[in-house]
């Protein structure tokens, strides 16, 4: 069994900043690919930002310049970064990994419980 657990989400002001942190914990051989995704109310689930376990990193568009994602591997956290952030930021946001199990070595594709995201004046 595989965990993720986000964390620092909450409200802040437009052109603010928040600093999303995820752990994975279990049954770990190696962390793949992680990454931030998002759904807004009423919206389909989106891509955020992605970052392979050598650092390559993808950002959706509206993101680019504003987020940045970073990575431990020795803790298997990713971290989202947001900065100068919008009204339509505001999102539950998801972490994702790719896990190659130990034992079994089996890879598995795992999702966080999701931390809000608010920003609102």
């Known amino acids: 069994q595989v965990q993720l657990v986000e964390s620092g989400g909450g409200l802040v002001q437009p052109g603010g900043s928040l600093r999303l942190s995820c752990t994975a914990s279990g049954s770990i051989f190696r962390v793949n690919a992680m990454g931030w995704y998002r759904q807004a109310p009423g919206k389909e689930r989106e891509l955020v930002a992605t970052?392979?376990?050598?650092?390559?990193?993808n950002y959706a568009d509206s993101m680019k310049g504003r987020f940045t994602i970073s990575r431990d591997n020795a803790k298997n956290t990713v971290y989202l970064q947001m900065n100068s952030l919008k009204p339509e930021d505001t999102a539950v946001y998801y972490c994702n990994a790719e896990v190659l199990q130990a034992l079994v070595l089996l890879t598995t594709h795992c999702w966080g419980q999701g931390t809000q995201v608010t920003v609102s004046s």
């Open positions: 970052i392979t376990s050598g650092g390559s990193t």
